[in-house]
Structure formats: structure tokens, C-alpha cells
């Protein structure tokens, strides 16, 4: 019974094991075993594996950035393999990552696939590669970007049978060598300090509008020979010091010690934290340039107990005093000026159509008859160095009351400021400017002139609220004749800038704000100008800016870091010409800059002949015909334009401005055809003279007369020369007569050309009137006027005109009639 139950079991053993093997699989003949082809279950399949290599482990520091390049000394090649069975297995999905060591570089396809590239064709780093439908092999590259260190890269890929992830790691090296008994040895100091100021320490933040430090906080790195810094070893491992040929006022380090102590003076020691040591330079109580040394030891990386080998490195800090003492203007300049555009048509709505009446008109391009002129100065404090950013400048501007008598703008020229003189004396350190009575008339009947006074006083209209302009000279008395007989003096400008009048008594002034105090009393001698509303231009303290990151707004004018402020101003185009002067002040009006000059269009000018208009070329030019041995008195009539302004947007200047007030220049050029005539006469007859004379010299008696046959008549000495020397000879004789006939004819003329007036200048709408004088011009001659401005205020074209008799005609080329 027992034996028939144990067969039963085996039985119902094999019959369970048969159904498990069918719900799990299928037997596979041949294989002899069971087999999962669907999904889950029991298989009997070996696992995946992957394999990662590269054909160089080991990589030099790319300190000089060398590009990615296959087989180069910084790029490698990695190799990752996935098998089966010890067979190549397809994997899906590969993938490639840097684990550590991300600073050490990065990987790269260098397939060629654009995808992987950039715009420019270069290959794109990565920090992951992943390679899709696999053959079980791919490669990539790693290429060195950072110092020495390790990296480790990780290559997997996911089983698709079992979802189960296979790795392997590899470790790349990147190193130039080993490391020595004391670990890495110093090879370079370097400092790392921001662009900020320093300024002494007794004029300290608080004093001026803008924040200023007495002190200045930096970082120095000892880094090893493949510019890795350092980790501290026991001791300091740099000595700072302050060289000796600082401004000595006091200037000293701070800093912390290897022992936790704090360290102060002129030379501190200290250990770097983290690789960098925190060092502060303080300044002391005179400007100048301060110069820190830095020092590790190679020798052992300690220099508490002593300096073996010294690793330096040197830094310079400026230190300023943070005091604006003097303004300059940059300029003028032609190519500062813009024309401004006003959109307001493209914004204004007709009530009943509620659309703009301007639709299909260039609204964006309308040009509103306003300049803009940009203005620059330069600030400096007293040692030359720029003061601190953020300093604000104001900005003032006068343009009249202009005189009526003496260069009266337009129609005279730009025009010269009523209230002036160069006698103003202004009381140091106090409210009242002098100014003597005018001794002499200007112009006969300067006393009906409305803004002087019958006594002289040349403050009749500096009523409060206009401004007082002062320009210092640095030189006095320049011209000792023409003002006392001291002699000339050179001086700071200590009175530059303006003043607001507060009021007037007689030839007093009154200001809002006291004169500077200098050393000495400058006297009567500073050029002063009143300037009164209404003025026809202004100037901005304000600037209108866009920042990324408040967006629009209004900023006050102030320094940059360079020590430069700009600004800009406006100005119709009807007053371009027009003198004016800009004030630029800082400190309180204790520091300013007066440029003075006139209102400039746009840059190259046009100079275009009026009148005549007979005889007008197309390029602009001119041409008057005369007959031959007369003269002419021509009146012209000249209109200078400025560069022009497009206001239809075609690219194309249409709206010019005219300019009075500048010089116009004028060449003139005389063609006298005999006069050159007889001059190629009387060469050609020096040249035949020096033939003929060479010839005689060098072949002397060839014509002589000699009897070589008895029974024949005497014959020339040399026949063949001879007859050489006789057509030399005629030659001679022909040029004579020509020279003498060309002389004749041109000595019958005496042609003269000149402009009236001599100097020219612009007037009132651009006009320059002139008359050309020609005399005694031959046939065929001419006489070329060139007229130009002379820069650089306004560089305009040469305009021609020419003055001629009747040209003798061309013959027809190639002989023909």
C-alpha cells in the first residue's frame, strides 16, 4: 500500500509540476528546459550586463581652455558595452552620466548631428548623454575644462525584460603630477578686489551725496601649480604688507591669524579660510596710490618660521579724497546733434470717426522743429582722479538778452550776450559782484541802447532771477596793453560757474549764494555774463532713461565712475546759430564749467548758390560766360543749410535748417591758357637750347670746311653730324620764335580775380552775399571760386562757381569731322 501511495505521489508530483510549466511557459524542446516568451514569470535567461572604458583614464589640466577635439590631449573616448549571454545585447537606452567631478569637464557626441551642436557648428557640452536604439555599443567623449581632481562616470541602461537598471562607474583622473612632502607647494598669490573707491578716512560717508568708504575688504588664493588653492596647513601661510611708497597718512591692514587672533598694521600674517584669506585694507588721511604685497612660502607653505622660497604678488589701491574740485566740458561737438520726433498725431482721435485724422500720414517720422544736443563734462578731484560715482551735477543755460548793436544775431552773426564784461570782481567769501561803468561807446548812440543805461552801468536788466555767469581766467592780464601795465599772471580759476541775483544796487549784484574764498583777491578782472528769461532753449537735470530693472523714470544727472556726466539739451531750429552758454555746477556752485557757444544743426552742411541762377549746373555748381579781355562784377547770393532732417522716412534728408555765423572760406583758382602757353614755349626752347648746346660739346667742328680732293670744293668735316647739327640748330630757331610768340600774346593779359568781401561770414537765414571781380580774362581762360565753411562746427560741400570766357572747341576724337 505504502509502495502504491509513493507512485501515486510521484504521479501527482509530475502532473502538478506539468501544469505549473504550462501556466508559466511552454516546453521548449530544445532547450530541454522551460522558456518565458510573453510576459513575467520564471526565465531562465542570463541577466544584462554593462561594461564602461576609455581609451585614456588619465588627463593633463586644459589650463590654457584647448578645444574638444577627438584624439586631442584633453578629450577622451568612452566605450560602453551591454551584453547577454556574453553577447552584444541591443539595449533600448543607454545613458552616460558624470556622477562626481562635475567641475573636471563635461561630455560631448562629436556625432556630427546638429542637434548636438550649436549655431555655430560647435559641439554642445553635456552632463548626461543618452543614446537611443542601441546596437549594444556606443561611445562618447569627456573633455577636460577644470583643474586637477577626480571624476567618475556612471554608463546604465534598463533591462526591458525585468525593468532592472545595470551600471558601471569609471574613474578619470585629471593631474599634471604627485604631491610632495608638505602636500601641494605654492606657485601663485593671486588678489581678488572689486572696482570700488577708496576714500580717505577723514571725510568719511556722510560728508558728500554719494556713500564713500574709508575702507576696502579683499580675498587673496595661494593656488598650487595647476591653480587649485590650497588647503591650510598648520601656521599662516601669507605675509601682507603695505609698501613704503604708500601715501604714509596713516593707511593700515586687518585681517585674522592662524590662531584666531586679530592682526593690525603695516604687515599682518594670516591663514586662508576655505581657500581664500579675508584681508582689509583702511585708508588713512591722505589720498594716493597704495601698494600691497602678498607673500606665501614654496618651501613649506608656512611663513611663520621664515621665507625660504617667496611666492609674491603685488596689488595697487587708488585712494581719493572724494572731493569734486573742477568741471570741464567735452565739446561741442556736431555729431551730438539729434532731431527730435513727435508722435502726437499718431495719438489724437477725431471725435466723431473715434479714428486718427493723420491715418496713412507718417506719424511716427514727423520731425518737430526741436534739436537735441548731448553735453558731457568731466569732473576731477584734486589729484586728478575721478570723485565718486553717483556726484550730482546741475546744469544751467542763458541765451539772452543778446545785443542789438554789435554782432546782432541772426543778421550779423550769433550774436554776443548784452550784460557782459571781462572787469567783474566778486567778493570772496561774500554776496556782492562789482562790475566798473562802461568808459566807451560801443557804437555811435550806445546810450539809446535799451539794456544800458546813459551812465554806463551794464547791469540796467540783471533784475532778480536771472543768472550770473563767471568765467575765471587761469592767465591775467594777457594783453597788459590793452588793460593795466601789470604783468601777465598765471592762477587757478578760482570763480567758475553762476549765481542767482537776488537783487541790484547801482553796479552792485546780489546773489543767492556766497563766492568762493580763496587765498588771494582776485580782483576786477573775471568775465562775467547776466543771462534773463525768456530763453529759447533749456537744458536737462533730469534724464529720462529705461532700466531693465525699474523700467522708465527720471533719474538725476550725476558722475559715472569715469567721473563723466551728461546730460542733453533742446533747441528750436529756428534759433540754431544762436549764441549760448551752458553752466555746469557741483558742490553747491562751488565747482562749475561754462561752455559757451551756439546752437548747431545737423551735421554736414549744405552751401548752395541762390543767385545767379543762370548758369546752375546740375552737380550745384555754376558757370558764368564772359567775353574774352573783360572783366565782370558778379553779386552772389550764398545759403548755408545744416545736414538736414528726414521726416518721411525714406531715408532721405527733406527739411534743412539755415546757419548764420559761420565762416565761409573761398579759394580762388585763375586758368590763363597763354600765360601757360608761353611757359610750354619757353621749356620747349630751354630743352631744344640744351640739345643743341650738348651736341656741340660733344662733337666739336663736324661742320668745319676741309679740302680732302684738290679738284673738289671744300666739304664739312664730319657730313653726317653735321647735317645732325644743323637740324638741331633749326630746332633751336623754331622754339625761339614760338616762345617769343606765345610770350607776346600772353604778356596782351593780366587777369586778376578776387571775392568782395574778403572774409565771409553766414548772416540771418544762412545768407552770404558777395560780389566776384574778374579783369582781363583771355579766350579761353577761367577763373574757379571754391567756397566752404571752415570747420569743424559745420562741414559742408565746396560749392564751384566759374567765370569764363568762351572754350576753344575739342577736336573730334580720332580725326574725325
Known amino acids: 500500500m505504502r509502495s502504491l501511495m509513493g507512485r501515486l505521489k510521484g504521479v501527482f508530483g509530475l502532473l502538478l509540476l506539468t501544469l505549473l510549466a504550462v501556466s508559466w511557459g511552454m516546453v521548449d524542446a530544445n532547450a530541454g528546459f522551460f522558456s518565458n516568451r510573453g510576459g513575467g514569470g520564471f526565465t531562465a535567461r542570463a541577466p544584462m550586463t554593462i561594461e564602461i572604458s576609455a581609451d585614456k583614464t588619465t588627463l593633463p589640466p586644459n589650463i590654457l581652455n584647448g578645444p574638444v577635439r577627438i584624439g586631442g590631449p584633453y578629450t577622451n573616448t568612452i566605450t560602453v558595452q551591454v551584453k547577454q549571454n556574453g553577447r552584444m545585447f541591443p539595449a533600448p537606452s ?57 571624476v567618475v562616470l556612471r554608463a546604465s541602461a534598463a533591462d526591458p525584460q525585468t525593468g532592472q537598471t545595470a551600471s558601471a562607474d569609471l574613474v578619470l583622473t585629471i593631474s599634471g603630477g604627485g604631491v610632495g612632502e ?22 568719511p560717508d556722510g560728508t558728500t551725496p554719494v556713500p564713500q568708504r574709508n575702507f576696502k575688504v579683499f580675498q587673496i588664493f595661494v593656488l598650487d601649480d595647476f591653480g587649485q588653492p590650497i588647503d591650510a596647513g598648520a601656521g599662516n601661510m601669507l605675509r601682507i604688507e603695505l609698501l613704503p611708497n604708500r601715501p604714509n597718512g596713516g593707511e593700515w591692514l586687518s585681517a585674522i591669524d592662524a590662531n584666531g587672533n586679530a592682526q593690525q598694521g603695516t604687515s599682518i600674517v594670516t591663514k586662508p579660510i576655505g581657500g581664500a584669506a579675508t584681508v582689509v585694507l583702511h585708508s588713512g588721511t591722505v589720498p594716493g596710490t597704495v601698494m600691497i604685497a602678498a607673500t606665501a612660502d614654496r618651501a613649506d607653505n608656512n611663513v611663520d618660521n621664515g621665507i625660504e622660497f617667496p611666492i609674491t604678488n603685488y596689488a595697487t589701491v587708488s585712494i581719493g579724497t572724494g572731493e569734486l574740485t573742477s568741471l570741464t566740458f567735452a565739446g561741442p561737438f556736431m555729431d551730438a546733434v539729434r532731431a527730435r520726433r513727435n508722435a502726437l498725431g499718431a495719438q489724437l482721435i477725431d471725435p466723431a470717426t473715434l479714428e486718427s485724422p493723420f491715418l496713412g500720414a507718417p506719424t511716427g517720422a514727423l520731425w518737430n522743429g526741436i534739436f537735441t544736443r548731448f553735453l558731457s563734462v568731466i569732473a576731477s578731484d584734486p589729484y586728478g582722479n575721478p570723485p565718486p560715482a553717483g556726484t550730482p551735477i546741475t546744469f544751467r543755460l542763458i541765451d539772452g538778452p543778446l545785443d542789438m548793436l554789435a554782432n546782432r544775431y541772426p543778421d550779423q552773426g550769433h550774436g554776443q550776450f548784452a550784460i557782459t564784461g571781462f572787469n567783474g570782481d566778486p567778493q570772496e567769501g561774500s554776496f556782492e559782484f562789482f562790475a566798473p561803468n562802461r568808459q566807451a561807446l560801443r557804437v555811435l548812440g550806445d546810450t539809446l541802447n535799451p539794456f544800458v543805461v546813459p551812465n554806463g552801468v551794464s547791469f540796467a536788466l540783471a533784475n532778480p532771477g536771472c543768472l550770473l555767469v563767471l568765467q575765471d581766467p587761469e592767465i591775467i592780464n594777457p ?15 578760482y570763480h567758475v560757474g553762476s549765481r542767482i541775483i537776488t537783487g541790484r544796487m547801482g553796479n552792485m549784484l546780489l546773489v543767492n549764494a556766497p563766492f568762493n574764498q580763496t587765498q588771494q583777491n582776485v580782483g576786477a578782472n573775471v568775465w562775467y555774463t547776466v543771462g534773463c528769461p525768456p530763453h529759447k532753449g533749456n537744458v536737462m537735470n533730469f534724464n529720462q532713461i529705461i532700466s531693465p530693472v525699474f523700467g522708465a523714470g527720471e533719474v538725476i544727472v550725476t558722475t559715472d565712475a569715469s567721473g563723466i556726466a551728461s546730460t542733453v539739451m533742446n533747441y528750436p531750429a529756428s534759433q540754431v546759430g544762436r549764441r549760448f552758454m551752458v553752466v555746469a555746477e557741483s558742490v553747491g556752485g562751488k565747482v562749475g564749467a561754462v561752455m559757451t557757444h551756439w546752437y548747431l544743426g545737423i551735421p554736414n552742411g549744405n552751401l548752395i548758390l541762390v543767385q545767379p541762377a543762370a548758369g546752375l549746373q546740375e552737380d550745384g555748381s555754376a558757370v558764368v560766360v564772359i567775353p574774352p579781355g573783360t572783366g565782370i562784377n558778379q553779386p552772389i547770393t550764398l545759403q548755408l543749410f545744416d545736414g538736414g532732417v528726414d521726416t518721411d522716412g525714406d531715408g532721405i534728408p527733406d527739411a534743412f535748417t539755415p546757419v548764420p555765423g559761420v565762416p565761409i572760406t573761398v579759394e580762388v583758382v585763375i586758368n590763363d591758357p597763354t600765360e601757360s602757353a608761353a611757359i610750354v614755349a619757353e621749356q620747349n626752347l630751354a630743352v631744344a637750347r640744351v640739345v643743341f648746346e650738348a651736341f656741340e660739346q660733344a662733337n666739336p667742328g663736324v661742320c668745319d670746311l676741309v679740302l680732302t680732293d684738290p679738284a673738289a670744293a671744300p666739304a664739312p668735316r664730319d657730313p653726317e ?50 560780389v566776384l571781380e574778374v579783369n582781363d580774362l583771355p579766350l579761353g581762360g577761367s577763373v574757379d571760386f571754391l567756397f566752404s565753411t571752415i570747420g569743424p562746427d559745420v562741414s559742408s560741400n565746396r560749392l564751384r562757381i566759374t567765370v569764363q570766357t568762351p572754350q576753344p572747341e575739342e577736336p573730334p576724337p580720332n580725326g574725325d569731322e
Not at 588793460?483 to 580759476?493: A, D, K, Y
Open 94 to 150: 543607454v545613458s552616460i552620466d558624470i556622477v562626481t567631478g562635475l567641475s573636471g569637464g563635461a561630455l560631448f557626441f562629436l556625432d556630427g548631428n546638429p542637434d548636438n551642436e550649436d549655431d555655430d557648428g560647435n559641439p554642445l557640452a553635456f552632463r548626461r548623454l543618452v543614446f537611443e536604439d542601441t546596437t549594444g555599443v556606443v561611445t562618447g567623449h569627456f573633455h577636460v575644462f577644470g583643474a586637477p581632481g577626480t
Open 479 to 493: 594783453n597788459p596793453s590793452t588793460i593795466n601795465s601789470l604783468p601777465s599772471e598765471g592762477r587757478p580759476e
Open 721 to 770: 653730324r653735321c647735317g645732325q647739327r644743323q637740324a638741331l640748330a633749326a630746332a633751336v630757331d623754331q622754339a625761339t620764335t614760338a616762345a617769343v610768340a606765345a610770350r607776346t600774346i600772353a604778356n596782351l593779359y593780366n587777369p586778376t580775380a578776387k571775392v568782395v568781401p574778403a572774409t565771409l561770414t553766414s548772416v540771418g537765414g544762412g545768407f552770404v552775399n558777395a
Open 182 to 203: 608638505f602636500g601641494p607647494r605654492p606657485a601663485m598669490v593671486n588678489f581678488v578686489m572689486d572696482p570700488t573707491p577708496v576714500y580717505i578716512r577723514t571725510n
